[in-house]
């Protein structure tokens, strides 16, 4: 028996495995075709320091130590920068050796991949002569040794999972607004440039805009300040180059350490070589309600805490901290009858939570297809019209997790005090995989603040897959935006057949009708014709089902076959030419994505799909009644130019955006209807519905 003394010390220039021109890397070490440690991941560093160190028990010094580097992505598949072997017969025993090794990729052995420092100590594990002559004595220790094994590779793999369901202390508010002077990239003498922002794992990229040196973004998101953060922001500007990798135009970075919290600073970051300016406004807060806790420990079923949560989104506290609308709470329960992802009819399972950009996960449960967990997890919500995303993946220690299921719950659609089975999703949403999971979710809101919300723009997403080309997707959006037309000449047709008469009744009515509207049409009148609408289809709404099996026909998803590679040897000039078409047909399908949607969204706000919305419409078209029947038109008017001509003039760095469209934004498409709602399933095949006792 012998044991072997690992001190992971530092990396020398590893290999670039990020577009930023860095790595995040971290190291494995594998004995026997097993993994015995995994160091811990050094963020945005090609040179790492990570003093680590670890012991390992062994029977025999035939077997090398295997160690790998990889380049650390989230949420994909972990990039290779490197191996090496250590021969372990040819260390001299019981002192401590320094050893240098270099990396190398068999595919590319002559890619230089830098080194790691490493110094190890080899000793002989003492026990008595007897012990080591007694066959039974020796099984003994191989046994111990192997436990001690098991619990070592186990606690490290719950505190890589730890590591990744960290807390954030803080949110970084960036407030992107404008870039100056920057340097030209293209044949024209201007850039089509954005601006890419990482924070650790965090990354951000703004739209892009065409053709400009003095580019004005003006877009705001929100990260997360991690406890263990280096609080390094880095900042870099491209220009988007059609068909060919995208050109750098220059970088910079922002310690946040220095600045000031609960305190907005306006930043012009220069660009390194005097490559022009970023020009940005940031804030630091403290970090919002977000925990993670056993079951045992619950805020809002201890009737104080409960009470204290109600006081602060009373409506007494409408405005103050308008940011933060309400709390959620989520009891992630158990799961039953899950998919096996592994060759031994088991699965690893583990539970990721998101709401918006706020992402924390459960531990995972080993070789189970019904785990329990049994965590509460607390958010804030800055936005009720957020959708709580669950999903479920199986652990895999080599590679990227394994996708076993998912559910969308729009928070407005949560019952409170009811815990629930879902029945899990494909990664689409469009139909049903294997298990069900039960949740038990209570959400607490100010309905003010939340109003004010819903007509300020939506938090965006940092961290959304890039559009890929999909037929049946261009396919889907065509037809989507072409309903929306056949209805529209539907009206048309209606309308039409009341000036030519095809039934006499209609025709009067609708004469009468026209005279009595025009002959004493007022302003107001128009609101409230909106108003009208929204209470009738209230009432019609409560008298009969929505059409979900329509819905569900015009959103049927087919599998389709997809190359996912092209080959190598076809020539270049095709290849950009390729990459253009996909550019076209992107665009393409994201406009009629975005036509269908807004589309669809108008109609979905008339027809009640949302209640909350709805309500929200009802209200608002009551005040804009009452102002346009007490207010003459032309004050109103005056009001509004008077503040769009001034805006500038008293915010010069504010964000614009267009209140109804953000207010439409808030309303599910169709699409988004039938991704959150409930599966239903048979009557033998549904669990049980099990309510508790609501505190409040």
């Known amino acids: 028996m012998y044991k072997l003394e690992i001190e992971l010390r530092r990396g020398h220039n590893l290999a670039i495995r990020d577009r930023g021109g860095s790595s995040d890397p971290y190291v494995k070490f594998k004995l026997g075709g097993k993994e015995v440690f995994r160091s811990k991941t050094i963020h945005k560093n090609l040179n790492p320091v990570w003093d680590e160190k670890t012991t390992l028990i062994m029977d025999c010094l035939s077997e090398p130590l295997y160690v790998k580097v990889f380049d650390y992505d989230f949420a994909l598949q972990d990039d290779f920068m490197g191996s090496a072997y250590l021969h372990l017969e040819s260390l ?11 990396l190398k990729d068999h595919q590319h052995p002559d890619q230089d991949l ?58 970084v508010s960036i407030a992107l607004i404008e870039g100056r002077n920057l340097i030209p990239m293209d044949p024209n003498g201007l850039s089509d440039p954005y601006v890419k922002f990482r924070l650790g794992n965090q990354k951000y990229k703004s739209k892009v805009l065409s053709r400009t040196l003095s580019p004005q973004w003006r877009e705001q998101f929100d990260l997360h300040l991690y406890e263990d953060s280096g609080g390094e922001l880095e900042i870099t500007v491209w220009d988007k180059d059609t068909g060919r990798r995208d050109d750098f135009i220059g970088r910079c970075q922002l310690d946040l350490s220095t600045l000031a919290k609960e305190h907005t600073h306006h930043m012009e970051l220069p660009l390194e070589e005097l490559r022009g300016y970023v020009v940005l406004l940031v804030t630091l807060t403290a970090s919002a309600h977000v925990s993670i806790a056993d079951l045992s420990v619950t805020p809002l079923d201890d009737p104080q805490e409960r009470s204290e949560i109600l006081k602060r989104y009373a409506l007494l506290n409408s405005f103050s ?61 800055k936005d009720i019209h957020s959708v709580l995303e669950v999903m479920v993946f199986d652990e895999d220690r080599d590679r990227s997790a394994d996708f076993l299921g998912k559910v969308a719950i729009p928070l407005l659609q949560i019952r409170n005090g009811e815990q629930n089975s879902y029945m899990l999703k494909n990664k689409e949403l469009t139909g049903p995989t294997k298990g069900f999971i039960y949740l038990e979710i209570d959400v607490i809101y100010n309905a003010v603040k939340a109003a004010l919300r819903t007509v300020s723009p939506a938090e965006q997403k940092y961290m959304e897959e890039e559009p890929k080309v999909s037929k049946q997707l261009l ?7 072409m309903r929306c037309i056949m209805v529209l000449i539907s009206y048309g047709t209606y309308i039409k057949s009341c000036f030519e008469w095809e039934s006499a009744q209609r025709s009067i009515i609708s004469f009468v009708l026209f005279v009595v509207v025009v002959w004493n049409f007022e302003l107001y009148m128009l609101p409230l014709a909106l108003l009208l609408l929204l209470v009738w289809n209230f009432f019609f709404s409560l008298s009969g089902e929505t059409a979900d099996m329509t819905m569900e026909a015009m959103f049927e998803w087919e599998d389709e076959d997809e190359d996912k590679e092209v080959k190598e040897s076809e020539h270049k ?124």
């Open 573 to 696: 000039g095709f290849m950009d030419k390729l990459y253009a078409i996909q550019d076209v047909f992107i665009s393409v399908q994201s406009a009629l994505d975005e036509v269908a949607s807004y589309g669809e969204r108008i109609k979905n706000t008339v027809n009640w799909t949302v209640p909350f919305l709805s309500w929200l419409m009802i209200t608002a078209l009551c005040t804009a009644t009452v102002l346009l029947y007490l207010i003459p038109l032309r004050y109103i008017v005056l009001a509004w130019g008077v503040n769009k001509f001034t805006k500038k003039l008293r915010d010069p760095y504010r964000i614009n955006s267009n209140e109804l469209l953000d207010f439409l934004s808030r309303v599910p498409s169709d699409v988004q209807v039938l991704q959150y709602r409930e599966l239903k399933v048979d009557p033998g095949q549904s669990p049980n519905k099990r309510k508790r006792t609501n505190p409040s």
């Open 475 to 481: 396919q889907q959006n065509f037809n989507r935006v």
């Open 114 to 171: 830098g080194t790691l420092e490493l110094a190890v100590t080899l000793t002989p594990k003492d026990s008595p002569l007897e012990e080591r002559q007694d066959p039974m004595v020796r099984m003994l220790l191989l046994t111990e040794s192997l436990v001690q094994f098991k619990l070592q590779q186990q606690s490290m793999r719950l505190s890589e999972l730890h590591r990744k369901s960290q807390l954030w202390r803080g949110i």
């Open 321 to 381: 901290n308008l940011r933060d609308v309400g709390i959620v709470q989520v009891k992630v329960m158990r799961a039953e009858g899950l998919m096996a992802a592994d060759v031994n009819g088991k699965s690893d399972p583990f539970c990721v939570l998101e709401l918006n950009n706020d992402r924390l996960q459960t531990h995972t449960v080993y070789k189970n297809l019904n785990p329990e967990w049994n965590k509460v997890f607390t958010f804030n919500v």
């Open 92 to 102: 001299e025993q019981q002192r401590q050796i320094p050893i240098i090794l270099a």
